[in-house]
C-alpha cells in the first residue's frame, strides 16, 4: 500500500470516529517549513519517511532537494563525529611540524566547527512517490521524536574551510564549482592545492581535482551547496588522516539555510 494510500486510510478513519490507536501503537513526528500541515503528526508504528512526507504535504515553493530529517540516534553520532574533528583540528593547531599557516588556519577552523551546532540530521527525498521506491533504507522506519524540515530555495553557495572567512555566493546556474573559488579569499598557504570537496545540499558528497595533474571535469552546483577547501595533505595526511571525510560529512550534517556556516 502507498504511504499516499495509507495516509488517506487513516484519515478517513479518523473521521469516521474510529479509534486508529485502539490496535495499533501509534508514535508522534513533526514537521516545520514549506509545508501544508506544520506540526506534531501521529503515525502508526511501523510506517516509514514517505508516510511522514505525505502527511506533511510539501507545497509546490519546498526545496525538496535540501529536505532533512532529524533524528535522536544520529545526533549520538554527530556529538562523536564533532568531538573526532575538534581533536583533530586541535592536534593540527599544536603539531610542531606543522606550517604556521596550516596550524594558524587549523586553530582557526576548531573554533569555528565549535561554533556549529550538532544537529543528527539525515538528508531525505523530499519526494515521497522516488521515497517510497528508493533503495536501501533512505525510507527508513519512523521513531518517536523524529523531525523534518523542507527548506525554501537558497540562492547562494557557501565556501569554507581554508579560507580567510566563510563566503556566501550567489549561485549561478552551470557554473563549475571551481569557479567559485574566485570569489571567496583562500588562504593559500594553508590550503590544499589539489583538492576541494563539494556536499550538495541532498548530503552528496564529492572530490574534485583542482590541479593541472588531477583536473576533475566541470562539477555543477545545485543551490545550497558547500564547498570544503581543505588544509593541505601533507600535514592532515600524518597526524589526521581521517580529517576530510569527518569533515564533508559533518558538513553534511548542517541543514538549510546555511547562515550559520558563515556567521557561526
Partial sequence: MSALLRYVLLASMSAAGMDVGAS??????????????????????????????????????????????????????HVRLR?????????????????????????????????????????????????????GDRNSLLAQGDHFFFPERPDTVTVVGAVVAPCAIPHVAGRDARDYLSDCLIDRDAADPDTIHVIQPDG?????????????????????????????KKVTAEVAPELERDMTIFLASQPLPHDGLVNP
Avoid at 532537494?65 to 549520538?76: E, H, N, P
Avoid at 552528496?204 to 571535469?217: D, E, L, M, V
Fill in 204 to 232: 552528496q558528497a564529492s572530490a574534485i581535482g583542482i590541479a593541472a595533474w588531477n583536473r576533475s571535469p566541470a562539477q555543477l552546483l545545485a543551490p545550497g551547496a558547500i564547498i570544503y577547501v581543505p588544509l593541505r
Fill in 83 to 135: 568531538a573526532g574533528l575538534l581533536h583533530d583540528l586541535r592536534t593540527i593547531a599544536e603539531w610542531a611540524d606543522a606550517s604556521p599557516a596550516v596550524a594558524a588556519r587549523a586553530a582557526a577552523l576548531h573554533s569555528w566547527v565549535e561554533g556549529l551546532p550538532v544537529t543528527g540530521r539525515v538528508p531525505i527525498e523530499g519526494n515521497p512517490r522516488r521515497l517510497e521506491v528508493s533503495r
Fill in 24 to 77: 495499533t501503537p501509534s508514535l508522534e513526528v513533526s514537521v516545520e517549513g514549506t509545508v501544508s500541515r506544520p506540526g506534531p503528526i501521529q503515525l502508526p508504528a511501523g510506517t516509514r519517511f514517505a508516510d511522514a512526507v505525505v502527511a506533511a504535504m510539501p507545497r509546490r515553493d519546498a526545496y525538496i532537494l535540501g529536505a532533512s530529517a532529524f533524528r535522536v540516534a544520529t545526533y549520538t553520532e
